[in-house]
């Protein structure tokens, strides 16, 4: 766990389990497609995104700071005005999530985090982290709508360190399936009980 970054509890004993277990997460990626040459893939890309981890957020945070309707969730509902210090708190996670999503295990302890992360979109944990005064929820929509800037943001930073085309494509392809793999886990908390 990354003590040095607020908020942030990865590997946290203390996290509620996930209410999904292995079996559950075996069958999502086999769903996805997701296998063990996206994990190798995957952890090559951590190599090629580590050094570039501001400039990845630099972008992300450009299209939210552009985009008002994905601002307003790190604004003030009544004043419409952004929450700087939110924003720079999830910023510091968002940078970390960059590279645990290259370097995940997917053990119990993944499954917890990422559960974790669902409730603090959803209303039941938006904004308690932080002690943000900001919307109360991120929209279903929009949890998942964000899985494509986020995936097609990224593959001009995997090419940015030499790989060959088939090599970026491998890793685009693995990161693309991480992404929408962490959006179906964390949008548990917004479906009905049993129906998830």
Not at 87 to 107: E, K, M, N
């Amino acid at each position: 766990m990354n003590a040095s970054i607020p908020g942030y509890r990865l590997g946290d004993a203390s996290l509620p389990a996930s209410t999904l277990g292995q079996r559950d997460l075996a069958e999502l990626k086999a769903s996805l497609l997701f296998g063990d040459a996206d994990v190798a893939a995957l952890r090559r890309a951590h190599a090629v995104v580590e050094g570039q981890v501001e400039a990845i957020l630099d972008v992300w945070y450009g299209f939210v700071g552009a985009t008002p309707h994905l601002l307003a969730y790190f604004s003030d509902p009544a004043s419409g005005q952004p929450d700087g210090h939110y924003l720079a708190a999830v910023r510091q996670r968002f940078g970390q999530w960059i590279l645990d999503t290259c370097a995940a295990d997917y053990d119990d302890a993944w499954l917890a985090w990422q559960a974790e992360i669902g409730r603090r979109h959803h209303r039941v944990g938006k904004n308690r982290t932080d002690g943000a005064h900001a919307a109360p929820i991120v929209h279903l929509r929009h949890l998942l709508a964000l899985v494509v800037p986020i995936s097609l943001t990224m593959k001009p930073f995997l090419a940015n360190r030499g790989a060959s085309a088939e090599e970026v494509e491998a890793m685009h392809a693995a990161w693309t399936k991480a992404v929408l793999l962490q959006a179906i886990l964390w949008s548990q908390p917004y479906v009905i009980e049993g129906d998830f």
